[in-house]
C-alpha cells in the first residue's frame, strides 16, 4: 500500500483536488490517502471542504490577519515538517501555483519524498502576473516527479522547460468537481432560487468577479465604470460578489452602489457560484478557475487580464482576453449582447479543459505508476 499525501490550502486547490481525493479512496487496498490542509484562506477552503465532505487529516490554521507572503513562506514549511515526519507519505501532490502548492513541494524535496503536480506547465511567461503564482507554478515544475497537464499545449510547456519523463496529459479536475458539484447543487434548487431572489433571471444575468492583485487602483476603476455603462445602456441584471479586500470594494461601492440592476453581494460559496454561473448568459472574470469551468456550461468568458496562462481556452474560442480597459470591455459585451451568431459561437466552442474524467485518468495511471 502507497501513503499519498495531498496539501492544498485555498478555495481553488480544494475544488481542483477533491474529486481526485475521491477517486483515490475508492482503492483503499492499494492508496493510503492522508489530507493536510494550510488553510491560507480559512474561511473559503472550509467552505469547499463542508460542501464536498472532506476531512482533513492534517491542519495547520496558518492563516493570519493581513498575512504577508513571508509570513505563509515560514509558518507553512515550519509547520509541514512535522507532518511529514509522521505519516512518512511516498507521494505528496500539490495543485497548480499557490505559495501552498511551491512550499508543499519544496518540503517534500527537502524530505525525499515524489511529488506529483497537478495542473502543470501552465504559463504567462511574466514573472509578475499573476504574482507570486507565475513563480510559484515554474518552481514546482522543477521539483516535481510526476506531471499532470491539462492540455497538450501545456505539455509543450514542459517540453521546452527540459522536463523529459512521467508527463500525462489527463484535463483539469476543475470539471470534475464542476459537474459533481452541479449534481449537489440540482437537489437544492429551491434554496438557491430563494437565496438569489432579489435577480430578475428572465433577463439576461452578467456574472462579474474580480479580485487579482494586478488589477488593484486604476484597473478596477477602468471595469467598475465600464459595468456601470453595460448597466444603463443594457436591459441585462449583472450580479457581482465582490471580494472583500479592500483595494476592491472601494473603487466598486464608489462607482457602482446603488445602480438598481447592479447586485453587489458579499463573496459567495462554491456551490452558489456553480448555480449562478449555470444561470448566467456570460462571465466577466478575472478568475484562472473560472476560465475553465464557465465554458463547460456553455457561457462565454471575457478576461479582465492582460495575459493569461490559460491561453488553450482563447485559442479554442471559449474565452477573450480583454484586460482592464473600458472600451475594450464595453466592445466584447456589447458584440455578446446583441450579435447571437457571435454569442453562439462562444457558447457552444468545445471546452479544451477536459470532460470530467481527470481524476480517474490520474488514478489509473498510478495504478502503474508506484
Given at each position: 500500500m502507497k501513503k499519498i499525501?495531498?496539501?492544498?490550502?485555498?478555495?481553488?486547490?480544494?475544488?481542483?483536488m477533491v474529486p481526485l481525493i475521491r477517486e483515490f479512496k475508492l482503492y483503499p487496498e492499494k492508496f493510503n490517502i492522508k489530507v493536510c490542509v494550510t488553510a491560507q484562506h480559512r474561511e473559503m477552503l472550509d467552505q469547499v471542504l463542508n460542501f464536498f465532505g472532506v476531512v482533513p487529516d492534517y491542519d495547520l490554521n496558518i492563516m493570519r490577519h493581513n498575512q504577508s507572503l513571508f509570513d505563509i513562506t515560514a509558518d507553512v514549511i515550519k509547520n509541514l515538517e512535522p507532518v511529514f515526519n509522521e505519516f512518512q507519505p511516498d507521494v505528496i501532490f500539490v495543485q497548480g501555483d499557490t505559495s501552498t502548492s511551491f512550499l508543499g513541494a519544496l518540503g517534500a524535496f527537502y524530505k525525499k519524498i515524489k511529488i506529483a503536480h497537478l495542473e502543470a506547465g501552465l504559463r504567462s511567461f511574466d514573472k509578475y502576473a499573476p504574482f507570486p503564482e507565475e513563480i510559484n507554478r515554474r518552481l514546482i515544475t522543477h521539483l516535481a516527479d510526476y506531471h499532470f497537464p491539462?492540455?497538450?499545449?501545456?505539455?509543450?510547456?514542459?517540453?521546452?522547460?527540459?522536463?523529459?519523463?512521467?508527463?500525462?496529459?489527463?484535463?483539469?479536475?476543475?470539471i470534475d468537481a464542476l459537474l459533481w458539484g452541479k449534481e449537489i447543487v440540482s437537489n437544492n434548487e429551491t434554496d438557491y432560487v430563494e437565496f438569489f431572489k432579489q435577480i430578475d433571471f428572465n433577463k439576461r444575468v452578467i456574472l462579474v468577479t474580480g479580485h487579482r492583485r494586478e488589477n488593484f487602483g486604476k484597473p478596477f476603476e477602468n471595469?467598475?465604470?465600464?459595468?456601470?455603462?453595460?448597466?444603463?445602456?443594457?436591459?441585462?441584471?449583472?450580479?457581482?460578489?465582490?471580494?472583500?479586500?479592500?483595494?476592491?470594494?472601494?473603487?466598486?461601492?464608489?462607482?457602482?452602489?446603488?445602480?438598481?440592476?447592479?447586485?453587489?453581494?458579499?463573496?459567495?460559496?462554491?456551490?452558489?457560484?456553480?448555480?449562478?454561473?449555470?444561470?448566467?448568459?456570460?462571465?466577466?472574470?478575472?478568475?484562472?478557475?473560472?476560465?475553465?469551468e464557465a465554458p463547460s456550461l456553455g457561457k462565454p468568458v471575457l478576461v479582465m487580464r492582460d495575459v493569461t496562462e490559460r491561453t488553450e481556452g482563447v485559442d479554442a474560442g471559449t474565452a477573450v482576453l480583454?484586460?482592464?480597459?473600458k472600451e475594450i470591455i464595453l466592445s466584447w459585451m456589447n458584440?455578446?449582447?446583441?450579435?447571437?451568431?457571435?454569442?453562439?459561437?462562444?457558447?457552444?466552442?468545445?471546452?479544451?479543459?477536459?470532460?470530467?474524467?481527470?481524476?480517474?485518468?490520474?488514478?489509473?495511471?498510478?495504478?502503474?505508476?508506484?
Open positions: 499525501l495531498f496539501i492544498f490550502g485555498t478555495r481553488p486547490e480544494a475544488i481542483k491539462p492540455t497538450s499545449f501545456s505539455k509543450q510547456t514542459l517540453l521546452n522547460e527540459g522536463i523529459k519523463n512521467h508527463i500525462y496529459v489527463v484535463g483539469n479536475t476543475v471595469i467598475s465604470n465600464a459595468i456601470k455603462e453595460i448597466s444603463l445602456t443594457h436591459d441585462v441584471e449583472i450580479v457581482y460578489p465582490v471580494h472583500l479586500n479592500p483595494n476592491v470594494l472601494k473603487p466598486v461601492n464608489e462607482i457602482l452602489c446603488g445602480l438598481k440592476n447592479v447586485h453587489l453581494i458579499k463573496p459567495i460559496d462554491y456551490p452558489y457560484l456553480i448555480w449562478l454561473m449555470n444561470k448566467s448568459y456570460i462571465v466577466l472574470t478575472d478568475s484562472g478557475g473560472i476560465q475553465e480583454v484586460g482592464t480597459n458584440k455578446l449582447l446583441t450579435n447571437q451568431a457571435e454569442y453562439d459561437r462562444m457558447a457552444k466552442a468545445v471546452n479544451p479543459y477536459g470532460d470530467g474524467t481527470t481524476s480517474k485518468q490520474v488514478v489509473d495511471i498510478f495504478m502503474n505508476l508506484i
